[in-house]
């Protein structure tokens, strides 16, 4: 059964940081790329950036030098490490698998403001 879960979200204030993990099945992980993703209240869901299996990334322009994912490939984990936090930023992110086309972890929420 594929599974993932998404986790470290939480209340930050603007110009903060987190670090959010996601650990996937190793059937959808292994030799795929993974995505993060996020959905704002009211917004459609948008990607953030990916990272290939390579350990090639890919961001969209708004994170670009704020925003870096990795992957530990040992733990079947992604991370999205997230610095100088705005109150845009805030949203629910999800990670995905580029194996499959439905599967969509719980996310975990993050909240930008003071």
């Known amino acids: 059964q594929v599974q993932i879960v998404e986790s470290g979200g939480g209340l930050v204030e603007p110009g903060g940081s987190l670090r959010l993990s996601c650990a996937a099945s190793?059937?959808?992980?292994?030799?795929?790329?993974m995505g993060w993703y996020r959905q704002a209240p009211g917004k459609q869901r948008e990607l953030v950036g990916t990272?290939?299996?390579?350990?090639?990334?890919n961001y969209v322009d708004s994170v670009k030098g704020r925003f870096t994912i990795s992957r530990d490939n040992a733990k079947n984990t992604v991370y999205l490490q997230m610095n100088s936090l705005k109150p845009e930023d805030t949203a629910v992110y999800y990670c995905k698998s580029s194996a499959t086309l439905t599967s969509w972890g719980q996310g975990t929420q993050v909240t930008v403001s003071s």
């Open positions: 190793r059937s959808i992980f292994s030799g795929y790329a």
């Open positions: 990272i290939a299996s390579t350990g090639t990334t």
